[in-house]
């Protein structure tokens, strides 16, 4: 005969019901906290006062900033998807394809303070050429190094007073 003293303890699966209550409060927090996460990583890029471009490992471009969509005029649903290349002067894409291609085989951070000391010709969509500065940053990632790619205008020439030879 069963005890009736034992009819105060829990129910069959009670401690599972219990651990899959828990797991749930816990995704809904979870998710709530990448919600916020995630906007805050959106808001990040459109909050700097430079141009920022994210190359995929493929070289495609995957995220721009508004200070990019200014400064080069277009929209970034013109960028997006596209290589950078269509930033350059005609003359210079198919060497910067080379270049691109050998930085991501053979990454490392170019600061702005080395970018300072290169000025890179581009162009904007009206096909008015200007000179910019650019910061490189690889950063690893599960489907190859994707880098970023911070620009700032450059209205004077370098230390030396030349125009950078390499672009990338």
């Known amino acids: 005969m069963a005890d009736p003293a034992a009819g105060s303890e829990a ?9 899959w209550q828990d797991f749930y409060a816990f995704l809904v927090e979870d998710a709530t906290k990448w919600a916020g996460l995630k906007a805050l990583v959106r808001a990040v890029p459109e909050m700097l006062p430079d141009a920022l471009l994210i190359l995929d490992a ?3 471009i995957v995220l721009v900033n508004s200070q990019l969509e200014l400064m080069f005029g277009y929209h970034r649903s013109e960028l997006i998807g596209r290589t950078p290349e269509m930033l350059l002067p005609p003359e210079l ?14 990454p490392r951070p170019r600061s702005m303070t ?3 000391n290169m000025i890179f010709r581009v162009q904007r969509k009206n096909g008015a050429a200007f000179h910019v500065h650019v910061m490189l940053g690889p950063v690893p990632t599960p489907d190859g190094i994707c880098v970023i790619a911070v620009i700032r ?3 004077e020439p370098g230390r030396d007073g030349e125009l950078a030879t390499q672009h990338c």
């Open 93 to 106: 894409r198919e060497q910067h394809v080379g270049l691109r291609r050998g930085y991501t085989n053979a």
């Open 153 to 155: 205008r450059a209205d």
């Open 58 to 60: 493929a070289g495609t």
């Open 11 to 19: 129910l069959p699966g009670t401690a599972a019901l219990k651990q």
């Open 114 to 116: 080395m970018a300072t």
